[in-house]
């Protein structure tokens, strides 16, 4: 296992052939760490900075999770498939954990990209201080951006954190950068009400918010947290589907937001 110096950051998986994180096909850079702690969360590995043990289901075998990596060493790997940017329209996404959470680096990697032309993307929570997000956003191409609930003392309650710093990050976003997606990660019991959608929907006419993406709740981490030995608190909770989010997107539209369900 490497050990971190200047400009490395620890990446848990370098995703191949990706065609939802952005235009054509894409290569995902997922890096490790992440500030806020959402109950459900996808990837519970994704949320410590550093490498860690996962268990296989007979406990007597692990794999590390993450490994630290050189800018070079990234761009080396994500270069391979260039030919399958060019002929898409696509390029590489950098995601998380929360890629800000290792901003100096994720800036620069982007920087280099950006050099040799290719398309830039990435998936973010929107929590980090807002000069380190103007900075980073200034080399994205294509910026999707959570917003997870609209009631500051909810979101702190939920995930850790209050919402005050996100917003006003996409705040600036909204003022700055060309091509953004907010999304939002309907969850049950946390923001799935016809109630909620509204105050969604109040919250970004305010902002300027004019086209969501709803991203329903799934169980596909839920084996992680058992090879992580850690408590899933959405064990028994159903999925949702596209058509359980109709009325969200109604709700959407009838404020003039266009919406729809990925």
Request: charged fraction near 25%.
């Amino acid at each position: 296992m490497t050990t971190p110096t200047k400009l490395q950051a620890c990446i848990f998986n370098i995703q191949k052939f990706s065609i939802h994180d952005g235009p054509g096909i894409r290569t995902v850079v997922f890096f490790k760490g992440c500030p806020l702690r959402c109950y459900w969360c996808a990837n519970p590995e994704s949320q410590s900075r550093k490498p860690e043990k996962m268990w296989e289901n007979t406990r007597k075998k692990n794999t590390m999770v993450g490994e630290y990596k050189t800018i070079d060493e990234v761009v080396t790997e994500v270069m391979k498939d260039v030919a399958f940017y060019e002929e898409s329209g696509g390029g590489v996404t950098l995601s998380g954990g929360e890629v800000l959470y290792q901003a100096e680096f994720a800036t620069e990697l982007l920087r280099v990209l950006k050099e040799k032309g290719i398309h830039t993307a990435t998936e973010t929570t929107g929590y980090a201080k807002l000069d380190i997000f103007a900075n980073y956003i200034q080399q994205v191409d294509t910026l999707y951006f959570d917003v997870k609930h609209y009631d500051s003392e909810k979101h702190q309650t939920g995930i850790g954190v209050t919402n005050q710093l996100i917003l006003k990050n996409l705040s600036y976003a909204l003022k700055h950068h060309k091509h953004l997606i907010v999304r939002i990660p309907v969850i049950p019991n946390f923001n799935d009400q016809p109630q909620d959608a509204k105050q969604f929907a109040r919250l970004f006419q305010r902002l300027g918010v004019d086209n969501i993406e709803l991203l329903p709740f799934h169980q596909f981490g839920q084996k992680k947290y058992e090879q992580l030995n850690r408590i899933y608190q959405m064990k028994n909770i159903p999925p949702l589907h596209t058509e359980d989010l109709n009325y969200f997107k109604q709700i959407m539209q009838e404020h003039d937001i266009y919406c729809f369900v990925r």
